[in-house]
């Protein structure tokens, strides 16, 4: 299972360098929707991920069950797959 996971991870994950625009767009998203630091940047980087690959035909598909961070992804225009909201079957027929 962890080599069928670091497979898909290398296939389909999108590492961002930390750099400064990015901290200063996860700023603002500290002000614009009150996250705490650590998911503004996680929301900032995903954005810089979405710059990235502009151009290409992929989906960008953010997995995450915060709440808050879930609805700025939302307001930001990205899709949003919560896995708690989310049943067993679900899962299975959106991972294909």
Not at 42 to 54: F, G, M
Not at 59 to 65: A, E, T
Request: proline share 2%.
């Amino acid at each position: 299972m962890l080599r069928t996971f670091a497979t898909d991870a290398r296939e389909s994950i999108h590492f961002v360098s930390m750099v400064d625009s990015i901290v200063l767009a996860a700023a603002d998203f500290v002000r614009r929707y009150s996250l705490r630091p650590g998911d503004a940047l996680h929301l900032a980087a995903l954005e810089r991920a979405r710059e990235s690959v502009s151009g290409y035909d992929l989906d960008i598909v953010f997995v995450v069950s915060d709440n808050s961070l879930c609805q700025a992804a939302i307001e930001e225009g990205f899709t949003v797959a919560n896995p708690q909201d989310a049943t067993r079957k679900e899962w299975k027929e959106f991972l294909g």
